[in-house]
DNA sequence: TATGAATGAGCGTTCATTCAT
DNA sequence: TATGAATGAACGCTCATTCAT
C-alpha cells in the first residue's frame, strides 16, 4: 500500500527530473523555468514543491547529476601520471562547470551550506571529486612533500579560479584550460 | 547656472553614496535596498539611475572603497618575509570579503567582467591587489622557481578558496586563516 | 510634475476599480480574480498591489462605494416616522449585504479592526450609517426613554442578526424583511 | 472482525478529536491545521476526512461542546431575575466565543445552514442556547409585551452585535460585558 | 477504513529597472 | 537631472480536499 504510493511518487519525481533535464539541455539551466516543468509534466505546481524544496534545490540535483556523470568518467581513467593528464582529466569538468555564468554561480554557491542538513548534492559531489582526484594522482609523478588532501585542496581551487578569470576580459590572454595547466604545474612540481 | 546643476548633481550623488555606506553598516551590504537609500536621500528611485547604471555599480563603488582602504592599510607595511606575515597582512582584507555571502558573491561576480568597458571598482582593486603582492613578497623568503605573477595569482587562488570553505559547513573544521596558511606554505614554500 | 505623475497614478487606480466594479456586477463579487483585473486593465500584478495592499482592501472600498451609494439614497429620504418606514429605508441597503454570502462575509469581517490604522471603508460606512439612522429617526415616534445612539445599536443588531438568520434553513419561516420589522417594532415601540 | 474494525475506527476517531481538541487548546483553533492533527494521530490526511466530511465538521463538533458545556453551567443556574444576573450567565458563553475572532466567525458561519441536513452542531446549540435563555427568562421581571422567543431572538443578536463590536477599535471605549447590559437594559426593560 | 500523493487555483511577493513627462 | 508610477516575470505559498489503490 505504501509502497503503491512510494512508486507513483517517486514516478513523478523521476517525470519533473527528466523534463527538467530536457528543457535544460534545451535551452540551458539559467533560462529553465518552474512554470514550464510542470506545465510539460501535467501536474501542479504544488506537486513540484512537494517534491522539492524549492528551483534551487532542483537544480542542485540536475546539476550534481552532471557532475556525477563526469565524475564517473574520471573515475574510470588510469592514474594521473603528469599534470598534462589531470588537466586533461579534469577539463570535461570545468567545460560543464564553466559553460554557463549561472551554472558556476550555483556550483559556487552549493558548493557549501553553513548547515550540514542542508548540504546538497553538488556539495557532496565536491567531495566525491576530492576523493577521486586524490586517488588518481600517482603519487610518485608529483610532490611529495605535502598530503595528498591538501595537493587535491589547491587544485580546486586552482580550477576555480581559472574558471573565474575566465569569465573576466581582463585576463582573455590564456583560455582556462592553459591558466589551469601554468598553475598546476607550479602547484604539483615546485622546483 | 551648468555649473549649479553640476554641483547640486554631485551632492546628490554623495548623499546617495554615504546614505548607502550607512545604511551598509547598520544593515548589511545584502540587505540594502535601492528604495530604502532613496528614501533616506528623499530623492526619487530614478534619480538613484541616473547616478549609478544599476544597483551592482552602486555596490561595486562600495566595497571596493572598503577594499582599498583595506589595501592602503597593506601597501604601508613592510615586505612579507613568511607565509604567517602575508597571511596577516591579508587577514583584514580577506575578513571583509568573507564578512557577508552576499559581499563574497558580489567580489567575486564582480571580479571580472566579460567586457572591457564594463570592469569596475572591485576588478581594479583586484589588480591592485596583485601588484601590492607581487611588491610585497619579499623574493628571497619565498620561492623562486616561479615569476611573482604567478605566486600572485596562486595566492588569490587560495584566497578564494579559503573564503568559499569558510562558508561550507563540511570544512568548519578550521578557520580561514589556518587553511590559508597551510596552503600557502606548501604554495610558496615547497620542498 | 509631480502632479501630472498623480494624475496618472489616479487613472490606473480609477482604471482597476471601474474593472473591477463591473466584473464584480457580472460574476458578483466572490468571483472577482486579482488576474482578471489586472488582465483587464493591462497593467502588471505589481501595479495591483502598489494601489491596494491586497484583494480585501479593493472589496472593501468597492463593497463601502455600493453602501455608500445606498447610504446617500437614506440620507435623501424624509424622516422614518414608523417602523414600517424604517425598514423601508433599510431594505436596499440590507438586500446589497445579504445579496452574497460572501459580501456578508466581508462586511462582518471589515466591520471593524482590532487597530485604527486598519479601519477601512466599510467600517467608516457603518459609522455613517448609524448617524444617518439616528439623524433620520423620528424622534417623536419611536421610544425615548433610551438615547438615539443606543436605539440605532440595537437596529443595527438586529439587521446583523436578520440577514444572519436569513442564512439559514432552520428559520427559513420568515423573510429577512419580516422578521427584522418584527423586531424592530418590539424594539423601537416597547409597551 | 468487523466488530474490531469499528471499535478502532471509533478509536482513531476519538484520537483525532482528542487531538485536535489538545491542539486548539495549545495554539487555538484558527491555527489549527488537519496536518498537525494527522501527523499527531499517526493517521494519513485521508483517514481524518473518512471520519470528518470536511474541517469545518470537526470545528463544529469540537466548538460546539465547549459551547455545550458552558450552556450546562448555564441550565443549572437559577432562573435570571435581571439583567445583570442575565449578563452574569451569558458571559463565560460569549467570553468563548469572542476569545478568537477565528472562532467568532465560525460560530457565526455555523448559525445556520442553508441545508437543513448541513445544519451541524453549533447550529443546535443556538436552538439550545435560545430554550435555556427562554426558560430561565423570568416572565414577571422582563417585558411581557412580547413573547420570550422573540426577546430571546433580541437577546442573540445584541450578544452578537457586542461582540463584533468587541472586534473593532472604533468601539473600544467600552467592553463586551458593559455594552451588552447596557443595550439589553433597553430591549428587556424598557419604559 | 486507511493511505498519502496529488491537486487546485489564486494570492501575494520581490525589487531592480524603465520611461514618459 | 529629476520624478515616481509602472513594469516584469517568475517564485513560492497555502492547505483543505480528493482519489486511486
Given at each position: ?6 512508486a ?55 546539476i ?29 569538468y ?29 556539495a557532496?559531489s ?33 580550477c ?31 622546483g
Amino acid at each position: 500500500m505504501t509502497r503503491a504510493r512510494q512508486a507513483r511518487s517517486i514516478r513523478t519525481r523521476e517525470t519533473l527530473l527528466s523534463l527538467a533535464r530536457e528543457k535544460a539541455s534545451a535551452v540551458g539551466y539559467g533560462a529553465l523555468r518552474v512554470e514550464d516543468i510542470v506545465a510539460a509534466a501535467g501536474v501542479a505546481k504544488g506537486t513540484f514543491f512537494s517534491h522539492f524544496k524549492d528551483k534551487d534545490a532542483l537544480m542542485d540535483i540536475l546539476i550534481a547529476e552532471r557532475l556525477n556523470a563526469l565524475l564517473d568518467g574520471m573515475e574510470k581513467a588510469p592514474k594521473f601520471q603528469s599534470v598534462d593528464e589531470l588537466v586533461a582529466g579534469l577539463m570535461p569538468y570545468l567545460g560543464f562547470v564553466s559553460s554557463e555564468r549561472y551554472v558556476f554561480d550555483l556550483y559556487l554557491r552549493l558548493s557549501g551550506a553553513l548547515k550540514v542538513e542542508e548540504i546538497g548534492e553538488i556539495a557532496e559531489s565536491l567531495v566525491r571529486l576530492d576523493r577521486i582526484v586524490i586517488e588518481k594522482l600517482d603519487r610518485d609523478r608529483f610532490r611529495q612533500d605535502v598530503s595528498p588532501e591538501l595537493l587535491s585542496e589547491g587544485i580546486q581551487a586552482f580550477c576555480i579560479s581559472s574558471i573565474a578569470l575566465g569569465f573576466c576580459a581582463l585576463h582573455s590572454d590564456q583560455n582556462v584550460e592553459n591558466r589551469l595547466e601554468t598553475q598546476l604545474k607550479a602547484w604539483l612540481c615546485p622546483g
